[in-house]
C-alpha cells in the first residue's frame, strides 16, 4: 500500500509540474484526456470563454468540437453515415489536437448554452483495408454547455499575436510567430474544411525534409508535434496558445495535402525584429 500510494504522489507531482510549466489559458479551463480509444472530459460545463486542454496518453488523437442542434443526439456522430466526418446538420467548431510528447494542446473558444459532443475523426486503416474512425472505436464523449451563473461568462477572446488564414489550399500568416508564448488565430477562408497542424522540426534535420518525409519511409520523422488545430468547417474560426521554440516548423493541412497544402515556418528568437 506505501508502495502504491508514492506511486500515485510522484504521478501527481509529474502532472502538477506539467501543469505549472504549461502556457496560462484563459477562461474555464476543461482538461480533456484522450487514449486508444477513449475521450475523458466533465458532462456539463458553463457559457463563456472556454478552453479545452487536450492531453494524450496514447495514440494520436484530437478533440473535435461538435455543437449539436435541436432535433439531433449526439450518438448520430458515430452513426456509419457519419463514418468520414461531422454530418452535415451538425455545427462542426475545430478542436484541439496531436498535443507534444507528455504536454498538452489547447483551443480557446465561446460557447453558447446547449447539447455538444467531444468526438475523434483520425482514421485508423485495418488490416482488411477498412477504416474506420476513432469514434466509431469509442472516443465520442457528450457534453452540455449550461447558461453560466453570471449571466453569460467571460465574452472577449484573447488577442491574436498572429492570424493564420487558410485559403484553398495555402496558409496566410499575419505575422511572423515568436519564441515563447503565442495566441495564434486560425480562420477557414476557403470553401472546404482545413486543418492546421503545426510540427517542431527536430535539432539536425530540416523543414523540407519534413514536408517530404512520409510513413511509408520507415525512417524516423524529422519533426514532433507541437500541437493542432482540428478540421475546421469553411467560415469557421478558433484561437490555440502555444508555447514554442525558436527554429524551423512546418504547417499541414492532412485532407489537402496533396493540394500542396503545406509550407515551412519559422519560429522568430524574441530578440529579432525581421
Same mark, same amino acid.
Given at each position: 500500500?506505501?508502495?502504491? +500510494?508514492?506511486?500515485?504522489?510522484?504521478?501527481?507531482?509529474?502532472?502538477?509540474?506539467? &501543469?505549472?510549466?504549461?502556457?496560462?489559458?484563459?477562461?474555464?479551463?476543461? /482538461?480533456?484526456?484522450?487514449?486508444?480509444?477513449? +475521450?475523458?472530459?466533465?458532462?456539463? #460545463?458553463?457559457?463563456?470563454?472556454?478552453? =479545452?486542454?487536450?492531453?494524450?496518453?496514447?495514440?494520436?488523437?484530437?478533440?473535435? %468540437?461538435?455543437?449539436? @442542434?435541436?432535433?439531433?443526439?449526439?450518438?448520430?456522430?458515430?452513426? @456509419?453515415?457519419?463514418?468520414?466526418?461531422?454530418?452535415?446538420?451538425?455545427?462542426?467548431?475545430?478542436?484541439?489536437?496531436?498535443?507534444?510528447?507528455?504536454?498538452?494542446?489547447?483551443?480557446?473558444? +465561446?460557447?453558447?448554452?446547449?447539447?455538444?459532443?467531444? #468526438?475523434?475523426?483520425? &482514421?485508423?486503416?485495418?488490416?482488411?483495408?477498412?477504416?474506420?474512425?476513432?469514434? &466509431?472505436?469509442?472516443?465520442?464523449?457528450? =457534453? $452540455?454547455?449550461?447558461?453560466?451563473?453570471?449571466?453569460?461568462?467571460?465574452?472577449?477572446? !484573447?488577442?491574436?499575436? $498572429?492570424?493564420?488564414?487558410?485559403? /484553398?489550399?495555402? =496558409?496566410?500568416?499575419?505575422? !511572423?510567430?515568436?519564441?515563447?508564448?503565442?495566441?495564434?488565430?486560425?480562420?477557414?477562408?476557403?470553401?472546404? &474544411?482545413?486543418?492546421?497542424?503545426?510540427?517542431?522540426?527536430?535539432?539536425?534535420?530540416?523543414?523540407?525534409?519534413?514536408?517530404?518525409?512520409?510513413?511509408?519511409?520507415?525512417?524516423?520523422? !524529422? /519533426?514532433? /508535434?507541437?500541437?493542432?488545430?482540428?478540421?475546421?468547417? !469553411?467560415?469557421?474560426? %478558433?484561437? +490555440? %496558445?502555444?508555447?514554442?521554440?525558436?527554429?524551423?516548423?512546418?504547417?499541414?493541412?492532412?485532407?489537402?495535402?496533396?493540394?500542396?497544402?503545406?509550407? $515551412?515556418?519559422?519560429?522568430? @528568437?524574441?530578440?529579432?525584429?525581421?
Amino acid at each position: 500500500m506505501r508502495v502504491l +500510494l508514492l506511486v500515485v504522489a510522484g504521478l501527481l507531482s509529474v502532472e502538477a509540474r506539467a &501543469q505549472s510549466s504549461a502556457p496560462l489559458l484563459p477562461g474555464n479551463v476543461v /482538461d480533456v484526456t484522450a487514449g486508444d480509444y477513449f +475521450l475523458r472530459a466533465p458532462d456539463t #460545463i458553463p457559457a463563456g470563454l472556454t478552453t =479545452f486542454r487536450l492531453r494524450v496518453l496514447q495514440g494520436g488523437h484530437a478533440a473535435w %468540437i461538435i455543437r449539436v @442542434p435541436a432535433g439531433h443526439r449526439a450518438s448520430e456522430l458515430v452513426a @456509419p453515415s457519419a463514418s468520414s466526418g461531422p454530418p452535415k446538420w451538425a455545427t462542426n467548431l475545430g478542436g484541439p489536437g496531436f498535443p507534444p510528447d507528455k504536454g498538452t494542446t489547447n483551443a480557446v473558444l +465561446l460557447l453558447e448554452p446547449g447539447e455538444y459532443a467531444l #468526438i475523434c475523426y483520425v &482514421q485508423k486503416p485495418g488490416a482488411d483495408g477498412h477504416t474506420q474512425t476513432h469514434a &466509431q472505436l469509442g472516443m465520442m464523449h457528450a =457534453f $452540455v454547455v449550461r447558461a453560466a451563473s453570471n449571466g453569460g461568462g467571460t465574452r472577449s477572446l !484573447p488577442r491574436a499575436d $498572429v492570424t493564420v488564414t487558410m485559403v /484553398d489550399n495555402a =496558409f496566410r500568416l499575419s505575422a !511572423p510567430l515568436h519564441e515563447g508564448r503565442q495566441v495564434v488565430r486560425v480562420v477557414n477562408a476557403g470553401h472546404t &474544411q482545413h486543418e492546421f497542424k503545426l510540427l517542431h522540426v527536430l535539432p539536425g534535420r530540416t523543414g523540407r525534409e519534413s514536408l517530404d518525409w512520409t510513413p511509408r519511409s520507415k525512417t524516423p520523422p !524529422p /519533426d514532433e /508535434d507541437a500541437g493542432t488545430a482540428a478540421t475546421l468547417s !469553411p467560415g469557421g474560426a %478558433i484561437t +490555440l %496558445i502555444f508555447d514554442l521554440q525558436a527554429g524551423e516548423y512546418t504547417v499541414f493541412c492532412v485532407p489537402q495535402m496533396s493540394h500542396g497544402m503545406k509550407r $515551412v515556418v519559422r519560429v522568430l @528568437p524574441r530578440r529579432s525584429v525581421a
